[in-house]
């Protein structure tokens, strides 16, 4: 029902930047919030940042505050994620999700099982 296509990974050295984008598709409505996960090999998949749908309200992994911003374009169905000095522990497959999930007006969507549907994911590396 919901298609949704990362793009903007890459291969960067330490300090670096980039932006990663998701465009979804498909039946969008009634969509509540959109969030990025990482995944390392080996490693469980992990809360990295999550914006609400109305009102714009954002979240993030305190790993990542005050280098990561979610961000979003209603007209255009498509979140981003603006990655900047980067860290070897930043390399990761990260993964687009979406959320049809009512649970309060305060509620910070760092959870995997908070979203409905994933992205295919988009590799970042990061070299020392």
């Known amino acids: 029902q919901v298609q949704l296509v990362e793009s903007g990974g890459g291969l960067v050295q330490a300090g670096g930047s980039l932006s990663l984008s998701c465009a979804a598709s498909?039946?969008?409505?009634?969509?509540?919030?959109m969030g990025w996960f990482r995944q390392a090999p080996g490693k469980e998949r992990g809360f990295v940042a999550a914006?609400?749908?109305?009102?714009?309200?954002?979240y993030y992994a305190d790993s990542v505050k005050g280098r990561f911003t979610i961000s979003k374009d209603s007209a255009k169905n498509t979140v981003y994620l603006q990655v900047n000095s980067l860290k070897p522990e930043d390399t990761a497959v990260y993964y687009c999700?979406?959320?049809?999930?009512?649970?309060?007006?305060?509620?910070?969507?760092?959870?995997?099982?908070?979203?409905?549907?994933w992205g295919q994911g988009t590799q970042v590396t990061v070299s020392s």
């Open positions: 914006i609400r749908w109305n009102g714009g309200r954002t």
């Open positions: 999700a979406w959320s049809g999930r009512y649970y309060s007006d305060s509620y910070d969507y760092t959870h995997k099982y908070d979203y409905d549907y």
């Open positions: 498909g039946r969008t409505f009634s969509r509540y919030a």
